[in-house]
């Protein structure tokens, strides 16, 4: 799987076109990820572009447990399902968030655009609940990562692009 748009099909050994395709949008970590992205610009003192004004997140670990769980969710004829933690997050809120965590300041570019590529889960936390690691400790964990200077994959997102180019 690569970039945030990633799409995944699941199959089970079982009569043909069972399974879920499993649609993953923005999954992070310490060292990767729209979080990672946005606190090492505020870390850095460099401008964050608020374009693409909002996003979901999830924690790859929480990715990773849905996956497993999807082989139990299969559905005749196979269906999408929307993965991502719940929440539309900003990303004005979000750089603000790291520079308040930091306490540096933030420098923000552009304007929020009226669309942004967000992501439905309801199906998903009705099947599985609510992500185990919700969004304030996502964010608490990268910050800490972040002000350690602690190593990163050095594979930006690119989730400000809003052409479709990564």
Request: one cysteine or more; aromatic letters at 10%.
């Amino acid at each position: 799987m690569r970039g945030p748009r990633a799409h995944v099909r699941v199959l089970l050994a079982a009569p043909r076109h069972t399974g879920r395709l499993f649609r993953l949008s923005y999954a992070i970590d310490l060292r990767y990820g729209v979080l990672a992205d946005v606190a090492l610009k505020v870390w850095r003192g460099e401008p964050v572009d608020v374009t693409m004004g909002h996003v979901n997140v999830i924690w790859q670990g929480d990715a990773n447990a849905q996956a497993l769980r999807c082989l139990a969710a299969a559905t005749v004829p196979t269906s999408p399902l929307n993965v991502s933690g719940p929440e539309t997050t900003s990303i004005r809120w979000l750089a603000e968030e790291f520079a308040r965590q930091f306490d540096k300041p933030v420098t923000i570019n552009g304007q929020e655009a009226p669309t942004a590529w967000l992501m439905n889960t309801g199906e998903a936390e009705r099947l599985f609940g609510y992500p185990r690691v919700p969004l304030a400790q996502q964010i608490r964990w990268v910050a800490d990562w972040i002000s350690r200077e602690q190593r990163q994959y050095g594979k930006p997102t690119k989730f400000e692009s809003r052409d479709g180019k990564y």
